[in-house]
């Protein structure tokens, strides 16, 4: 194979397995009222190169999220990968709020784990391993580009206040700050259609955004990926609601790059409300005295 052609199977099939491990591991997490269980495909240009998972617990004040993606098909030839991420926190009317996060991902003999913790809204107790090694012309990440910021995992729930309709256009209509341990930056997301999607166990329609992205800091000054990514305009999330509530979650993501269309799309989607159950009265005759 031309190097050409392997060099940007490599390219797709790394944005794939970091595409898998931040945005969703297939793990149990605490029960909660509402769970979201979901396997997705990973295509680059219409092949397949990549699997991802996602599981999501919801209650009434509580989240926990969990993913895990890894490379497949053809571009295990030229390239492995593998990562998985997970979150807790918080759910508020409006947004999530982050309580800790920790991921790890491994490729063509690379390993780098992160986690940290919340308190206040700021980031506490940040480890990479191994750190990012000092650049002159990286962007610092100062203690203000870690307060008010999100997890990359918890960034993926997207809650709606209101009464209105959940997959309208108030859905997308917002700027998301990241902090991934090494970056920060801000997604925005524009309403484009409500469309209607089915995967196996499930059926319903899905509120497409427009996603845009902002580098903050934590980069290099003219990376030439980071310059796409920001001139990227063909970037797009499918959301639907998780069971029961008020909370999105992606079904498909679609990203251009330079080899083409990079595409993560749900093959089965499990959401359901779990009612909690009742607790039975003691017989009379059994009733403490």
């Not at 490379?71 to 593998?82: H, S």
């Not at 780098?112 to 090694?133: M, S, Y």
């Not at 930056?185 to 259609?193: A, G, M, V």
Request: hydrophobic share 45%.
């Amino acid at each position: 194979m031309p190097y050409f052609a392997s060099s940007s199977i490599r390219s797709g099939a790394r944005f794939a397995a970091i595409a898998g491990a931040i945005l969703w591991q297939c793990a149990a997490a605490a029960a909660g009222d509402t769970r979201v269980n979901a396997r997705y495909d990973v295509t680059l240009a219409g092949m397949e190169i990549g699997k991802a998972a996602l599981v999501i617990d919801i209650d009434a004040v509580n989240y926990t999220a969990a993913a895990s993606g890894k490379i497949t098909g053809v571009a295990q030839f030229v390239t492995e990968g593998k990562g998985s991420a997970g979150a807790r926190g918080l759910l508020t009317k409006e947004k999530p709020q982050p309580g800790s996060f920790a991921m790890t991902a491994s490729g063509d003999d690379k390993q780098i784990a992160i986690q940290f913790g919340f308190e206040r809204g700021a980031v506490k107790g940040l480890q990479v391993t191994p750190e990012p090694k000092p650049r002159p012309d990286r962007i610092e990440v100062t203690e203000i580009h870690r307060r008010n910021v999100l997890d990359p995992m918890s960034a993926a729930l997207f809650v709606v206040p209101g009464t209105g309709d959940v997959t309208g256009p108030d859905a997308c209509t917002r700027v998301v700050p990241i902090f991934d341990g090494v970056s920060r930056y801000d997604l925005t997301f524009e309403f484009l259609r409500q469309e209607a999607v089915a995967a196996k166990g499930f059926a319903g329609t899905a509120v497409v955004c427009a996603v845009g992205f902002r580098a903050i800091a934590g980069h290099r000054l003219g990376r030439k990926d980071i310059e796409y990514m920001e001139n990227n305009k063909d970037i797009a999330v499918w959301l639907v609601p998780a069971a029961g509530s008020r909370v999105l979650v992606p079904f498909k993501i679609s990203v251009a790059t330079k080899v083409g269309t990079c595409v993560i799309e749900a093959k089965s989607f499990a959401t359901r409300r779990v009612e909690p159950r009742a607790t039975a009265a003691p017989a009379q005759g059994n009733a403490a005295r």
